[in-house]
């Protein structure tokens, strides 16, 4: 019946007694990561029938996520910044929403509002979605300040998504495997990979004209692998291959492990580096581009910018690293290659370069991989299940 049916009955709290359609609440840090990242979920749930409410930081997204037919909950969240005095405002805050919405499911993205939300979710009687969308720096990095943060924030969110009330969503087997190190049943963690994207929109591409383009789209961060990609971009330019650098995303100063706007500068007075900012055209984007690369040092919960770019029909270069290693398959889409392997990395853009029969064939697998495993039609279903899987257990709770 699918994944939603790992989910206990008994490991759920018994739902409010309320006319209506059920309601959901997406808790998300960033209106804009709502509206790139679990849109087609909260679409799926809105078209199931669904009342669907996103609590978030509201930036320049408000009005589309109202247009969307939803109804937003503006909350000042500062990411990033967990420390006690904020966390607790938060938490109030976020609490304040539920206790206003009285929603059926909470569905908390990523660790931080996961860890957020549950804390507010304490004591009141709705069941938890807390979707890990990657366990990424925190989790994996290797930095003496990673390490030492790593314990506390382990420690809570263990504990948060061990309560009764939760499901844990992950997005590849890795994390799953992570998630239950920290103690949580495996009969609560349900895998759903990636959040779905929209293949009627995003078409497969003709390549353009003139020198091959290699894009990398994302946040500007260190642990993105944007660093080592510049580098072998470097490393083919001294070769004197005539390779060009797309690069979409911007730095971003609430965290500390973005590159600079100075790096940013200096990367594009080289030849055949260009920077376009946050892009969001993305066909367009991969209508100037050959090669899609994403070089991460820890891994993703599922790679959107890849999903997008295999389903515009692009090869794909990524590192062995989580979620990258489920959605790039060696030899079939695309080309995996160790982290921080500057050489490698190269190496893997020399050969799609040189060979545009091998980057046709990767991207037309790439499309094929996308359509049939990571839909919005295919991840919608699933989620809408899970939805209906906690709601029905809820009730069989009360009968």
């Known amino acids: 019946m699918g994944p939603a049916h790992n989910v206990q009955p008994d490991a759920l709290p018994a739902a409010r007694e309320r006319a209506g359609p059920p309601r ?13 990242h679990r849109l087609p979920m909260a679409r799926a749930a809105r078209n199931a029938g669904f009342e669907v409410h996103v609590a978030t930081r509201i930036g320049e997204h408000g009005a589309a996520i109202k247009a969307e037919g939803f109804f937003p909950h503006p909350l000042d969240w500062s990411r990033g910044n967990l420390n006690p005095l904020g ?9 304040k929403v539920y206790r206003e919405v009285k929603p059926d499911i909470a569905h908390h993205v990523a660790v931080e509002a996961s860890i957020v939300g549950s804390f507010a979710a304490i004591g009141l009687p709705f069941a938890c979605i807390n979707a890990i969308t990657g366990l990424g720096n925190l989790f994996y990095g290797g930095s003496a300040q990673e390490k030492i943060t790593r314990i ?13 009330r939760s499901t844990v969503l992950v997005q590849n087997p890795d994390d799953h495997n992570a998630i239950r190190r920290l103690g949580v049943d495996p009969s609560r963690i349900v895998l ?12 497969p591409l003709p390549e353009p004209a003139g020198a091959v383009t290699v894009a990398f789209v994302g946040r500007l961060l260190e642990y993105k692998g944007i660093r080592t990609l510049v580098a072998a971009h470097e490393l083919l330019a001294l070769h004197g291959r005539d390779i060009r650098l797309l690069i979409a995303g911007l730095p971003d100063a609430t965290n500390r492990n973005s590159v600079t706007a100075g790096e940013v500068a200096a990367w594009t007075k ?26 991460s040092r820890v891994g993703e919960g599922m790679p959107l910018s890849l999903l997008e770019a295999g389903a515009c029909g692009r090869p794909l270069i990524a590192t062995d690293t989580p979620g990258c290693r489920d959605l790039v398959r060696q030899g079939k889409n695309g080309i995996l290659v160790p982290r921080d392997d ?18 046709r064939r990767y991207g037309a697998a790439s499309r094929s991989i996308v359509e049939k495993e990571y839909s919005s039609a295919r991840v919608g279903r699933d989620v809408v299940a899970l939805y209906r899987y906690v709601l029905s257990a809820q009730s069989q709770r009360r009968a």
Not at 87 to 95: D, E, F, P, Q
Not at 342 to 359: F, G, H, K, S
């Open 342 to 359: 500057v050489p490698a990395l190269a190496a893997a853009i020399e050969r799609l370069a040189d060979d545009p029969d091998l980057r």
């Open 192 to 203: 759903i990979p990636g959040s779905g994207v929209d293949t009627d929109r995003l078409r």
């Open 270 to 295: 080289q030849k055949n580096i260009v920077h376009l900012g946050y892009v969001d055209d993305i066909p367009a984007l991969w209508a100037q581009a050959h090669i899609a690369a994403l070089p």
């Open 152 to 164: 506390p924030v382990k420690a809570a969110l263990g504990w948060l998504l061990r309560r009764p």
């Open 87 to 95: 966390l607790r405002k938060l938490v109030s805050a976020v609490g």
């Open 24 to 36: 959901i609440v997406y808790l998300v840090s960033e209106d804009w990561y709502f509206m790139s």
